[in-house]
């Protein structure tokens, strides 16, 4: 079974910063990929980024390319969402995500995960 625990969350104003973390607690199960997902008020969940815990390879939907970074520390089991240059619409609940294998993934989001965790809020203020 696979545990994931969201933390960083928070408000900011436009420009601002946060780092969301993601723990896992895997027990004999070994987890190929991790990724990031968020989901704004009256829309869909969108994937906005992912890694590949074995190689570092990650990937980003446009939106957040060039804003956002996706980290994995192995040591830690733990995946790390650094967002920089928030915008308004970057608002929304961030979810984290575990997939054991493939590691396959679309456009910076990672498809059919396996595991989930509960959520943390994200609210960026203008």
């Known amino acids: 079974q696979v545990q994931l625990v969201e933390s960083g969350g928070g408000s900011v104003q436009a420009g601002g910063s946060l780092r969301l973390s993601c723990a896992a607690s895997?027990?004999?199960?070994?987890?190929?990929?991790m990724g990031w997902f968020r989901q704004a008020p009256g829309k869909e969940r969108e994937g906005v980024g992912n890694i590949v815990t074995y190689s570092g390879a990650t990937s980003y939907t446009d939106a957040v390319k060039g804003r956002f970074t996706v980290s994995h520390d192995n040591g830690k089991n733990t995946a790390y969402l650094q967002m920089n240059s928030l915008k308004p619409e970057d608002t929304g609940m961030y979810y984290c995500a575990a997939k054991v294998f493939p590691c396959t993934e679309r456009a910076g989001t990672l498809l059919g995960p396996d595991y989930w965790g509960q959520g943390t809020q994200v609210t960026v203020s203008p």
């Open positions: 895997a027990y004999n199960v070994r987890i190929s990929c």
